[in-house]
């Protein structure tokens, strides 16, 4: 007895895996982006006498990341 031939053949079951991986990929991404779009903290006034070094979070961060 012969069986009937399925449609479905492994070419056609790795593409749709692989555009099911693309996909699952691509959602976990997007939040990402929405979040990146996000308003831009406003720069301050540049300090009238010149200078305008700042301690902040950044800089910090980075002395602490110089220490050995």
Wanted: proline share 7%; hydrophobic share 35%; glycine share 10%.
């Amino acid at each position: 007895m012969s069986q009937p031939k399925s449609k479905l053949s492994r070419r056609t079951l790795f593409a749709g895996a692989g555009t099911a991986g693309a996909l699952a990929a691509a959602a976990t991404l997007l939040p990402g982006v929405l979040r990146e779009t996000d308003e831009a903290p406003q720069a301050k006034e540049p300090p009238a006498k010149g200078g305008g070094y700042q301690l902040t979070e950044h800089v910090k961060q980075y002395y602490k990341s110089t220490l050995i």
